[in-house]
């Protein structure tokens, strides 16, 4: 399985402003994705993230909120725009190949305060 | 809208025992089956993937897969107090996972 970091593993951040998460793989992937984890909640997808391409986004979010970036195979990142106390969740990278397993990064914990 | 339905429990069994966890699926097309557990304040955490039909057994896990019956079931057997946690479905088509909302599984000493 590859190994995946992500940071901040958390923050407390103020309302209006934004936060870049990194995630890191150990060797290249063929498909990364970012997820949300609401309290108490299921893993919702956010997007898939494409080597040098916009992202596929999911209903319900959009680019200009989550803006996502994937330089390469090994590397992207998620930032939360404007963040408002409704954006406190935790973030989860995750990586897999397209029918098999994936696996997860440790998650960012985000407060909106 | 692809759905996974899991009971959120919680799923209470004394150590020992055998815990039995399930799912259903909405998507006929799915191909790819997992298990996730995932511990409080921690990233979900892959026990147990399956692609076709039948059991599939690793060490005290079980997995079973009925596509006709759109069904997935984890089975663990000797249940420790370690294995309390949330247990997550996870369903896999056309590249993406889609999650149920999990089962919480406490296993008492």
């Known amino acids: 399985s590859a190994v995946i970091s992500q940071k901040p593993s958390r923050d407390i951040c103020q309302r209006g402003t934004s936060l870049t998460i990194q995630c890191q793989v150990d060797s290249q992937v063929t498909m990364m994705f970012w997820y949300r984890q609401q309290p108490g909640q299921s893993l919702t997808l956010i997007a898939t993230?494409?080597?040098?391409?916009?992202?596929?986004?999911e209903s319900g979010f959009v680019i200009d909120k989550f803006p996502i970036s994937r330089p390469n195979l090994t590397f992207s990142t998620l930032t939360v725009s404007n963040m408002s106390p409704e954006d406190s969740s935790i973030y989860l990278c995750?990586?897999?190949?397209?029918?098999?397993?994936?696996?997860f990064g440790q998650g960012t914990r985000l407060t909106v305060v | 809208q692809k759905e996974v339905e899991q009971n959120s429990g919680p799923l209470s069994v004394p150590e020992g025992a055998i815990a039995s966890l399930n799912c259903t699926y909405s998507d006929r097309g799915s191909q790819s089956f997992f298990w996730y557990r995932q511990y409080s304040g921690k990233s979900p955490e892959l026990i147990m993937s399956?692609?076709?039909?039948g059991d599939k057994e690793d060490g005290r896990f079980t997995a079973q897969l009925n596509k006709a019956s759109q069904y997935v079931s984890l089975l663990i057997r000797d249940s420790q107090p370690s294995d309390s946690a949330t247990y997550l479905c996870?369903?896999?088509?056309?590249?993406?996972?889609?999650f149920g909302k999990g089962t919480m599984l406490l296993v008492s000493p």
């Open positions: 996870a369903v896999k088509e056309g590249g993406t996972l889609t």
């Open positions: 995750s990586v897999s190949s397209r029918d098999r397993e994936a696996f």
């Open positions: 399956i692609y076709s039909n």
């Open positions: 993230a494409n080597q040098g391409s916009e992202a596929t986004y």
